[in-house]
């Protein structure tokens, strides 16, 4: 989990998917990925975004993986925060969806569509998290990337949102909205 959001940084899910699937095919563990070269991680990410920096992070990675945590991943959000190249969003996602830990995974879609709702009024991803921790309930913590995530790939698009079509128009303030369909 944690390596394939890594390589899912300003990337595409249809191109983070196969990369990950060619990187496992070689190395599995954190020992094992230490047995492999920059290059030969470089060769089975690619095309991932910034390939050659994410190919020398994973190693730091598991190095620190395999020196301090017994080759286990860290399973607290503090602790996450350490490992070079991961972030509050790797690091809620990795709670999430490896330990199944409540957190909130504020990406692109659920900062911009959490605030066009009016449910936050947030400037970043960063103060959106903490207002969501503060005002969503736990039980949907884990969810609600997933369903934003959605929701802002196939109905509230950045630029111009299908409203046309949206289930939710009656309760939406639709801030920042300048242009719908």
């Known amino acids: ?5 890594i390589l899912s940084l300003r990337t595409k899910d249809e191109t983070t998917a196969p990369a990950s699937r060619r990187l496992f095919a070689l190395a ?3 020992q094992a990925m230490l ?7 470089e060769k089975a990410i690619y095309p991932v975004g910034f390939y050659r920096t994410k190919a020398r992070s994973i190693l730091d990675i598991c190095r620190v ?12 959000l503090d602790t996450l925060l350490t490992l070079k190249g991961v972030g509050r969003k790797t690091a809620n996602l990795v709670l999430t969806q490896g ?22 009024r947030t400037k970043n991803p960063h103060e959106t998290e903490m207002a969501l921790r503060r005002k969503l309930p736990g039980q949907y913590w884990i969810e609600y990337n997933d369903l934003l995530v959605a929701f802002g790939q196939t109905i509230c698009n950045p630029t111009s949102p299908w409203c046309s079509r949206c289930p939710i128009t009656s309760c939406c303030i639709q801030r920042g909205v300048i242009r719908h369909r």
């Open 99 to 120: 330990f199944q830990k409540p957190g909130i995974c504020v990406d692109t879609h659920v900062h911009r569509i959490s605030n066009r709702w009016g449910y936050v």
């Open 1 to 5: 989990m944690l390596v394939s959001c």
């Open 35 to 41: 047995r492999l070269k920059a290059k030969e991680i």
């Open 28 to 30: 599995e563990t954190p």
């Open 65 to 76: 993986l395999v020196d301090c945590h017994a080759g286990q991943v860290p399973d607290d």
